[in-house]
């Protein structure tokens, strides 16, 4: 959840665009994708060692993504500032938030995890989902730091799904007054 919130910061710090996070790994801009991250954890007896890959649309025009098999449209900031913003003002204010997050999280997993709600598109939203091959739909009721989204079935109960075996497939109306 931190490193989602870092690239928010630091497109708003950079560039002055808002962001959302769509759950579990992508940011979206004007419902165009703009970011995604891939975590990659292992354990060991003693530690759990994660190492975080992010992905950030800056230079690229519109043609860039003409004829490419995307699951989602996308944009650059580029294409939405019109103008090419730095690339080493963003990876560094990147970097800077990323490691803010990471103390948060270290310290208060409940306010990382009010602030990731903040930017979250899903959460009072109707959604349908798959995991582990099957397709679910319901409402979004919120997100379990360490399990995952927490969906209101439309046929069953309520259920979490978690990021490393789940993808959203789409987003309905939004719930929230």
Request: positive net charge; hydrophobic residues 40%; proline residues 4%.
């Amino acid at each position: 959840m931190a490193a989602p919130l870092a690239v928010t910061d630091a497109i708003f710090s950079c560039c002055g665009l808002h962001t959302v996070i769509k759950w579990p790994n992508d940011i979206l801009l004007d419902g165009k994708k703009v970011a995604g991250i891939l975590i990659e954890s292992r354990k060991s007896d003693r530690h759990i060692t994660s190492v975080i890959g992010i992905g950030i649309n800056v230079h690229q025009n519109k043609a860039s993504f003409e004829n490419l098999p995307l699951d989602a449209p996308a944009v650059s900031l580029a294409v939405k500032l019109r103008r090419r913003p730095s690339r080493n003002k963003l990876a560094r204010t990147l970097l800077q938030r990323l490691e803010h997050w990471l103390d948060v999280a270290a310290v208060n997993v409940e306010k990382l995890l009010n602030e990731w709600k903040k930017h979250n598109r899903q959460i009072g939203s109707r959604i349908e989902l798959e995991s582990d091959g099957r397709r679910y739909s319901g409402t979004c009721v919120g997100i379990d730091p360490t399990e995952g989204l927490i969906v209101h079935l439309d046929r069953g109960p309520v259920r979490i799904f978690s990021a490393s075996h789940s993808s959203i497939i789409q987003n309905g109306s939004s719930l929230k007054k």
